[in-house]
């Protein structure tokens, strides 16, 4: 076993030492009163999920959408980064409308409906006053606050809950500072709103505490990588803060406060556990594929350094602690199962620009209605999970499929006798 496995099996073996212990200490109880105790059953080996894939969002609508997240209502907000606005899908009715930004306009340009009071950019006042430079990733924390990464104008902004007002959270006109960020992209928030920011352009991954006080000043650290001068991907082993990152696209958090990041790069998946360290959790990495050259594709369930992952873009985990991560490189969703310590792939047929989805049930050359690994996906660029285990996919275009670009794709679980489960959107 790599010194890498034994890192990150290092929390899971500690809780299996810790419940052999008790189990021996009840054998012996048992074996003074009963005699010997009896074997204990063997860990059954989870099922490994599977979907079946639809179109949520068809093209025409979106222009490059990117980041998903759903608040508390079960609202489907999506980074529209192409047409720089936010959207809002009402899950219920299938409606979709602007919810921030304003068709046209850039961060560059002044709203020319603003009202007084507003800032250029239309911090101060509602959201559909707001102008965006290409927004990548959206994220609702508890309370219902939304916040928006914005590329090129190298800012958070967070639209408040109770007032509704816009405001920039984190960042300012680009640079490597604690107040700078450079083009960032995914972003996540934990249970005591806390933010973490995939800051690209900066090889970091940032945290912003909240103000300690209402009406203080947010407070952003570096919790890993050594900034735009230093890519790289070593430091496995060691504090995050001191390990290497290159153009980090996503991040997500977990209950406990680990920490995971696509280091796009270094094609891995690393992970920040609570003590501060990181490792590789996801991916062979090394050097990207050669144009021309076929890109091995194993779909079924491999360890999970095995796993060769060509370009993760997004990240998402469901409440059980299941990590789902795009891979725009094999045009695929790969999901890493913690308790089996695995992972496979749960959509998408990989790198191939010539097959069509084979199945019978299929209703268009995209592959809907079949099981997710039997349809196609065109550069899936971020991935979400809600409550009910559906997980939601961008296709942002450009990847190595002929099919339509800018759509949001749905997968439906499937329950283990294979049938689609049947349910609204």
Not at 186 to 202: E, T
Not at 290 to 298: D, E, H, K, M, T
Request: glycine share 12%; aromatic share 6%; with cysteine.
């Amino acid at each position: 076993m790599s010194s890498q496995d034994k890192q990150i099996r290092g929390i899971s073996g500690i809780k299996r030492l810790y419940s052999a212990v008790i189990f021996g200490l009840c054998s012996l109880t048992a074996g003074a009163q009963s005699g010997p105790a009896p074997t204990p059953a063997p860990t059954p080996t989870p099922t490994p999920l599977s979907y079946t894939i639809s179109t949520l969002i068809p093209a025409g609508t979106l222009f490059q959408p990117e980041g998903l997240a759903q608040d508390g209502a079960g609202n489907l907000y999506v980074a529209d980064a192409g047409n720089n606005v936010v959207r809002s899908v009402n899950m219920s009715s299938g409606k979709m409308t602007t919810f921030a930004g304003t068709i046209g306009l850039t961060y560059k340009d002044a709203n020319p409906a603003l009202p007084a009071g507003c800032q250029k950019n239309g911090d101060a006042c509602g959201p559909s006053q707001a102008t965006f430079g290409s927004p990548r990733a959206v994220a609702v924390d508890q309370s219902g606050n939304i916040y928006i990464s914005d590329f090129w104008s190298s800012t958070v902004r967070r639209i408040d809950a109770s007032s509704g007002k816009i405001s920039t959270y984190a960042g300012n006109a680009g640079g490597w500072s604690n107040t700078s960020l450079h083009n960032p992209e995914g972003i996540a928030v934990d249970s005591a709103g806390n933010l973490y920011i995939a800051d690209r352009k900066n090889n970091a991954v940032r945290k912003v505490t909240p103000p300690a006080t209402p009406g203080g000043q947010a407070v952003m650290t570096t919790i890993a990588g050594l900034g735009p001068d230093s890519p790289g991907c070593g430091g496995d082993g060691g504090k995050a803060t001191a390990a290497s990152l290159t153009l980090p696209q996503d991040v997500a958090v977990d209950t406990v406060g680990n920490v995971y990041i696509a280091d796009s790069g270094c094609r891995k998946v690393r992970i920040i556990t609570s003590d501060g360290n990181i490792a590789t959790l996801v991916g062979i990495g090394g050097a990207p594929p050669v144009q021309g050259v076929a890109i091995p594709y194993n779909p079924a369930a491999q360890p999970p350094l095995s796993t060769n992952l060509v370009k993760p873009l997004g990240l998402a985990l469901d409440a059980s602690g299941r990590l789902y991560i795009s891979d725009a490189g094999c045009d695929s969703i790969w999901l890493y199962d913690p308790a089996a310590q695995d992972v496979y792939a749960i959509a998408g047929m990989g790198p191939d620009t010539k097959t069509k989805p084979a199945c019978a049930a299929r209703t268009n050359d995209s592959g809907d209605g079949c099981s997710a690994t039997q349809a196609k996906l065109n550069a899936a660029y971020r991935v979400a999970v809600d409550p009910t285990g559906k997980v939601y996919v961008p296709e942002h275009g450009g990847g190595t499929v002929p099919y339509p670009p800018f759509t949001i794709r749905l997968l439906s679980p499937m329950p283990p006798s294979g049938q689609a489960t049947t349910s609204a959107h």
